[in-house]
């Protein structure tokens, strides 16, 4: 009915392209609007001034040449002061806006390494907005924003990123696990110098024989210490009562050496060398 008497309703956010006799006449505003037919009086289209959002996903190539496809968030929308120019000046907006935006990707990616293009999105997205927003404002349509909103790496590339991941964790645990040990080892051996130190002050005239007892019973404590555990596995050569004095020995000529030079040539106190 509204046709047939020449009136058009246009939406809220929306305008209407009136055009006489097929030729541009006027913007129509939200509201009800006389448009006699007879006259030669019609609508065009209308144009949407509400805030669009479009995804584009753009493949393209580092500068260390690993393909990446670049997904992108895009928030657009007509120019209230232009619709009639975003009306006739596009035939497909969408599709023109994902072309220009994956041209201006296409232009920053190439000239970062992949490690940039991850630590730098923020400054991609503002520098492919400047790329092209100039070029859609002449078409009558505004560049919001642009996000990053993800990064996808070629199988190949990713496949690799993962096995050096898991290779720089696996020497990092590896230097862990030595670091302990090796601070264990040293805090055993402090305690086996600081007993042999404690046990000369404390018992004047220790003799040889009684010294090498002591450290052949520390060293047996520690082997039992070792076989209780259940993932162990040691294997001991000479280990009979009669090889003590030996074992002692070694032990002694390893790790412990008199300090003459702190403490004179009558000292007792016995120094632990660190392999």
Not at 123 to 129: D, L, P
Not at 226 to 252: E, N, P
Request: net charge positive; charged share 25%; aromatic share 8%.
């Amino acid at each position: 009915m509204g046709q047939a008497l020449g009136c058009a309703s246009v939406a809220q956010s929306t305008v209407a392209i009136r055009e006489s006799w097929g030729k541009f006449d006027n913007v129509l505003d939200p509201g009800c609007h006389f448009v006699p037919w007879y006259f030669g009086k019609s609508i065009a289209g209308f144009v949407n001034l509400r805030l669009q959002q479009l995804v584009v996903s753009c493949e393209t190539k580092t500068k260390d040449n690993v393909l990446v496809t670049v997904v992108a968030s895009i928030q657009y929308r007509a120019m209230d002061k232009k619709p009639s120019v975003a009306f006739y000046q596009l035939a497909n907006p969408k599709q023109q806006i994902k072309s220009y935006a994956c041209d201006a990707i296409r232009a920053k990616i190439p000239k970062l390494i992949l490690a940039d293009v991850f630590d730098k999105k923020n400054e991609i997205a503002k520098a492919v907005k400047e790329e092209f927003k100039e070029v859609m404002s002449m078409y009558g349509y505004e560049i919001v924003q642009i996000l990053i909103v993800n990064i996808e790496l070629d199988q190949r590339a990713k496949r690799a990123m993962n096995e050096s991941i898991v290779e720089k964790w696996e020497t990092e645990s590896m230097h862990q696990i030595e670091l302990g040990i090796a601070r264990q080892r040293r805090a055993i051996t402090d305690g086996l110098r600081d007993s042999i130190e404690a046990f000369s002050r404390d018992v004047p005239g220790m003799s040889t024989d009684a010294m090498e007892t002591v450290l052949a019973i520390r060293y047996l404590d520690n082997m039992e210490e070792i076989g209780t555990q259940s993932k162990s596995c040691s294997v001991s050569i000479s280990h009979g009562a009669g090889a003590l004095k030996d074992v002692a020995a070694q032990i002694k000529g390893q790790l412990v050496e008199k300090k003459e030079k702190h403490y004179g040539s009558s000292s007792n106190v016995f120094k632990i060398n660190y392999c």
